[in-house]
């Protein structure tokens, strides 16, 4: 999973960056919307919802704005009609990549993200073809220049508060939950001091493919990059394992 985590940090330095742009907003406000769509408008009853809220108010999205796309979804008032899709292919290399897909225009984002996958050496599969490598999971990293605690207390800890799994990954500790038990582990930790460079409900891969040619990470990085960058693309997910030098080249 180190591949994952890995991006999955330099993906919230880039957004925290990019922060002012209209396309993060434009995304968070798609996921709050299909997620009160999905689950209803109430965030205490509804998981992805709160998350979603939470991503608004730390990008600076105005709470009316958040209302209006909490009521968009629930249908509550009239707006843009978004078909939520999840899309499988593979990146150079063998990579398996998901993505979730929030469009109103299902023929047109097809073909641009098979353009896109085509331009960076990969190919769009069908579906089914690499879901089975992920499963849905909460994922929390420990920032390291954060308050720290003993390796073995932190594991009790998590543990204790219904975490799957702890795992020290080169300068990162994660903990992996069930969805379910993500908020309740992640307000233990908080409550212990911790705090959190990644925490989120994602797809984690169950194993991960070596990606130690520069080339191939390079066409694997560009993939992802420009997907993450497609307007109708909220999330990437893939399972690559790139080496800590190479990535840190891109």
């Known amino acids: 999973m180190s591949g994952h985590s890995k ?11 990019d922060a002012h742009k209209g396309k993060l907003f434009t995304k968070i406000g798609r996921e709050i919307i299909m997620a009160a769509k ?33 009521q ?7 707006g843009e009609v978004y078909e939520e899709i999840m899309y499988e292919g593979y990146a150079s290399g063998g ?13 047109r984002t097809a073909a641009d993200i098979r353009h896109i996958f085509s331009r960076s050496g990969g190919n769009l599969g069908e579906s089914g073809c ?10 929390l990293v ?23 799994d702890v795992r020290t990954e080169e300068n990162s500790i ?16 908080a409550n212990a001091g911790l705090l959190f460079t990644v925490a989120e409900i994602t797809m984690i891969p169950q194993n991960t493919v070596p ?17 993450e960058e497609h307007d109708d693309v909220q999330d990437v997910y893939a399972n690559f394992d790139i080496p800590e030098d190479i990535m840190n080249e891109f």
């Open 38 to 70: 999905a689950g209803g408008g109430d965030p205490n009853g509804n998981i992805r919802l709160k998350m979603a809220v939470q991503k608004a108010k730390e990008a600076n999205i105005p709470a009316v704005n958040i209302q209006r796309a909490i």
């Open 174 to 189: 994660e903990i992996v939950t069930a969805v379910d038990e993500f908020e309740r582990v992640k307000e233990t930790l």
């Open 72 to 78: 968009r979804g629930t249908g509550e008032i009239e």
């Open 211 to 227: 990606v130690t040619d520069r080339g191939q990470a390079a066409q694997v990085i560009k993939l992802i990059t420009m997907l």
């Open 130 to 139: 690499v879901a089975w490598i992920f499963e849905r999971k909460g994922l």
């Open 142 to 164: 420990v920032d390291p220049e954060g308050p720290q605690i003993d390796e073995d207390e932190l594991l009790l800890l998590a543990l204790d508060s219904g975490a799957e």
């Open 7 to 17: 991006w999955a940090n330099i993906k919230h330095q880039k957004a925290k960056v």
């Open 95 to 107: 990579v398996a990549v998901m993505m979730q897909i929030a469009t109103d225009n299902r023929n």
